[in-house]
Structures are given as structure tokens and as C-alpha cells.
């Protein structure tokens, strides 16, 4: 039965990140790299790395980038994971002894979500299990511009060594996230024929904010509490703000 694992990324300017996240894929058979265009040193960095495989495509949504690196996977096993991640060693024994010994073909872990180095444990941010390593050839994600998911309708194990996320470590790359996923969650609601009114921009906003902050007890994880919070209820009202403006902008061009 086949041991071998594959570690995948998607990246783009991610020359803050990509190093430190490589610096704990040693373990991996192989690592691909699949970017989208970087502009920074992303490239440069990986091409230190023996172990990756690098390459770079037109960006066409998450899901659809995330195929492409599970078609360049080699390996009887895949693990997925973001460049703003770190496998712990713990994590690294545990995937490798699962492999070794599989109950399932595919397991979620376990998120430990850092937010500017505090972690987030509560909110709904704690345990945010993903589904993250699969045998290759039993699942693709689906081809969503953003949030994309597994497709994968077997049972699913759950590796027990969490898997570090370091969100948002400086202000500027929290900004340039903000514009960018609700820049793409508003054209996939869009997509789907939503719109948004004042009314719904401010209702959704303020239950964002009340479900991660006050139902879900952010509030007891203090000031990165607050900032988790305040900071998903911002992605949500640029988000349907973007999304009433299209909605403006296709009515004016029916007139």
C-alpha cells in the first residue's frame, strides 16, 4: 500500500509566507507550488526547495487552481494547505503513520487559527476542522472563484495534531484580503443571481459580527476576540456592498 505523500499549495506574492511554510514540508515526497502570476520573490524562494515543483497559471478561482496542483501530484497521498499554514512536527508524524496505516481515504485536521499571534480559540475559529488530506484519485475540489470545498462523499477520519494558520499577521495584508475575498464572494453571489439592498448590507453585517463576537463567545478571547470579529463582518459588508453595486450596474445597463 502506498506511503508516499504529496504536498500541495496554491500561492501568489506570497514571499512572506511561502519560506516558513516550506521550512516545514520536509518530511513531504514532493511539494507543488502552483502560482497565479506573483509579482514578488515567491518564485525565487521556492526555487531553493529541491522537493517542490513549481509552476505558474493564469488565475481562474481557488477551486480551479487547487485542481491544477492536485493534477501535478505524483504521490499515493495528498495533503493541501496554505502558505500562511505550518505542519508541526506532531502533525507530520501523525500524517505519516496515517498513511502507512489509512482507516479512510481521506481526514480533516484540526485548524489552530493564530490571529496576529494570539490564538483564537473561541468565535467559532476553534477546533475548525478541514478536510485536508486525501489519498490521490479519491476527491477534487469543486470549482468555486472562492471558498471552494472538497468533493468527497466517503467517510472521513480526523487527524488529531492540529495544523497552524497564522491569519492576518499585519494590517496591510488583513486590508489587501478584505478587497480581495469580498471582491470575489461578491461576483459568486452575483453568479447565482443575488442582490443586496441597503437593508440586507446592514443585517448581514451586524450578524456576522453578533454570531462570531457574542453567540460564539469571541468576546473571551479579548482583543483578538474583537479583531476576528470586526474583521469578518468587514469581509461581509464590502462583500454585498460589491454585490449591490453590480446589481446597480446591470440595471443601468438594461436601460
Known amino acids: 500500500m502506498g506511503t508516499t505523500v504529496s504536498c500541495i499549495l496554491i500561492v501568489?506574492?506570497?514571499?512572506?509566507?511561502?519560506?516558513?511554510?516550506?521550512?516545514?514540508?520536509?518530511?513531504?515526497?514532493?511539494?507543488?507550488?502552483v502560482d497565479s502570476g506573483s509579482i514578488d520573490r515567491t518564485a525565487a524562494i521556492c526555487a531553493g526547495y529541491p522537493k517542490v515543483v513549481y509552476r505558474d497559471f493564469p488565475w481562474?478561482?481557488?477551486?480551479?487552481?487547487?485542481?491544477?496542483?492536485?493534477?501535478?501530484?505524483?504521490?499515493?497521498?495528498?495533503?493541501?494547505?496554505?502558505?500562511?499554514?505550518?505542519?508541526?512536527?506532531?502533525?507530520?508524524?501523525?500524517?505519516?503513520?496515517?498513511v502507512r496505516a489509512p482507516r479512510f481515504e481521506?481526514?480533516?485536521?484540526?485548524?489552530?487559527?493564530?490571529y496576529q499571534g494570539t490564538w483564537v480559540r473561541r468565535g467559532g475559529w476553534w477546533p475548525d476542522e478541514v478536510l485536508r488530506l486525501l489519498r490521490r484519485g479519491a476527491a477534487r475540489f469543486?470549482?468555486?472563484?472562492?471558498?471552494?470545498?472538497?468533493?468527497?462523499g466517503g467517510q472521513t477520519g480526523l487527524l488529531e495534531s492540529p495544523l497552524l494558520h497564522h491569519s492576518y499577521t499585519?494590517?496591510?495584508?488583513?486590508l489587501s484580503r478584505v478587497d480581495r475575498y469580498s471582491t470575489l464572494g461578491a461576483r459568486l453571489l452575483h453568479e447565482r443571481g443575488k442582490r443586496a439592498g441597503t437593508l440586507t448590507i446592514l443585517a448581514r453585517t451586524?450578524?456576522?459580527?453578533?454570531?462570531?463576537?457574542?453567540f460564539k463567545l469571541g468576546f473571551l478571547d479579548g482583543r483578538a476576540g474583537l479583531l476576528?470579529?470586526?474583521?469578518?463582518?468587514?469581509?461581509?459588508?464590502?462583500?454585498?456592498?460589491?454585490?449591490?453595486?453590480?446589481?446597480?450596474?446591470?440595471?443601468?445597463a438594461e436601460k
Open 12 to 33: 501568489k506574492d506570497e514571499e512572506r509566507n511561502i519560506g516558513a511554510c516550506l521550512d516545514t514540508l520536509s518530511w513531504a515526497d514532493e511539494i507543488i507550488v
Open 60 to 98: 481562474e478561482g481557488f477551486g480551479a487552481q487547487k485542481n491544477r496542483a492536485l493534477g501535478l501530484a505524483t504521490k499515493d497521498w495528498v495533503f493541501s494547505l496554505d502558505a500562511d499554514e505550518r505542519v508541526t512536527q506532531e502533525l507530520a508524524k501523525e500524517i505519516i503513520s496515517t
Open 106 to 114: 481521506a481526514y480533516r485536521v484540526k485548524r489552530k487559527n493564530i
Open 142 to 152: 469543486d470549482d468555486r472563484i472562492v471558498h471552494e470545498t472538497v468533493l468527497y
Open 170 to 174: 499585519e494590517a496591510g495584508d488583513f
Open 206 to 214: 451586524l450578524f456576522v459580527f453578533l454570531k462570531s463576537y457574542v
Open 228 to 252: 476576528v470579529a470586526f474583521s469578518t463582518a468587514e469581509v461581509t459588508f464590502y462583500k454585498y456592498m460589491k454585490l449591490a453595486e453590480m446589481g446597480e450596474g446591470g440595471r443601468k
